[in-house]
């Protein structure tokens, strides 16, 4: 897509990967620091924007395809209420983190970090997702 | 404290410049820029006011992701506002002007900035969230337990309205622009 702006092509090489381990330290590190799944998420999901926008769509899907994102933002979904549930089987109520572990806190604990990253996995690849397909039919429009 | 005064002042007077540059603006593009400014500013001001997750969220969505859909949209609309019939603008300013002072009477019934006895601190709540997270989570950052935990449930349906508007725009236009080159009979490649 920008073939000429080595400038930009550069830099974005040089940040992205730092945008993507912040993300992975707003997620992992949201129980100590501000932030959580969402954030993560977010922030993730704007480093591969902003790789489709340097580097051209086609590579982005290439790199993040498109198929995996709805498996993905699927299965976020499912992890969070999937916990919910396996604490339902533990014998807890639903959500109830208590009953993950033989530990009520080490329980809060998993559930905190399993649920939060459901969180994530979903808000990623919705957010992606929804880019993919506006760009992918501005380009058709504009060169219809 | 002063010197967080000074700048709340700064940001928001920075903010309604924004937001009256973009009101004056017909060019959509310089319009999305200014948006995406206005982002940045508030996501400065929620981390003066020590809502860094909020300013994250702020920066990362309204700040980039938005732009770049707002930029992605122009693709397929047109980039230029129409111009509007003077009648209906005097409209459009009566109905501002008496939201602005409806929602500026409201703020009047909120407790001063950077008051002590606020709702938010006396409210027994907090105390005992304040208390029980140590003992019952053991989670050093209490936003994260509240949410992920005391309202778990609440969470998991915002995810899944967060999945679910995916589906619902992936379903109006992604849908359309997979059938596109099927409807064109293989005459052409999708260019």
């Known amino acids: ?144 | 404290m002063t010197t967080d005064i000074v700048l709340n002042i700064v940001l928001l007077s920075f903010m309604a410049i924004t937001g009256l540059a973009i009101a004056r603006l017909r060019n959509l593009f310089p319009v999305a820029m200014l948006t995406g400014l206005y982002s940045l500013l508030s996501a400065s001001l929620f981390t003066l006011l020590d809502a860094v997750d909020v300013a994250l969220t702020e920066a990362a969505v309204g700040a980039g992701v938005t732009t770049v859909l707002f930029l992605a949209t122009f693709g397929l609309t047109r980039a230029r506002e129409k111009p509007v019939q003077r009648s209906r603008t005097i409209i459009g300013l009566v109905v501002t002007v008496l939201t602005g002072a409806a929602l500026f009477y409201a703020t009047l019934d909120m407790p001063h900035f950077g008051e002590r006895h606020t709702p938010v601190h006396d409210h027994p709540l907090r105390e005992r969230y304040l208390q029980t997270v140590s003992e019952e989570i053991d989670v050093p950052n209490t936003v994260t337990a509240v949410l992920g935990s005391y309202r778990g449930y609440d969470t998991l349906g915002e995810v899944t309205v967060i999945l679910t508007a995916g589906i619902g725009v992936l379903m109006l236009l992604g849908v359309a622009w997979r059938r596109r080159p099927e409807d064109d009979e293989e005459q052409e490649p999708p260019r």
């Open chain 1, 1 to 144: 897509m920008m073939r000429e702006h080595t400038v930009l092509r550069v830099i974005t090489k040089l940040i992205i990967a730092p945008i993507m381990i912040f993300a992975l330290y707003v997620q992992f590190h949201g129980d100590y620091s501000p932030g959580g799944g969402f954030q993560a998420g977010v922030v993730f999901a704007a480093a591969i924007i902003l790789y489709a926008l340097i580097f051209g769509l086609a590579e982005a899907r290439r790199a993040v395809s498109p198929n995996l994102l709805r498996i993905t933002g699927a299965l976020g979904v499912l992890l969070f209420a999937g916990t919910g549930v396996y604490a339902m089987l533990k014998g807890g109520n639903f959500l109830d983190y208590d009953f993950l572990a033989h530990d009520a806190i080490h329980g809060q604990h998993y559930g905190l970090l399993l649920v939060e990253f459901g969180v994530g996995l979903t808000v990623v690849s919705t957010i992606t997702s929804i880019f993919y397909v506006f760009a992918g039919r501005g380009r058709r429009g504009t060169q219809e």
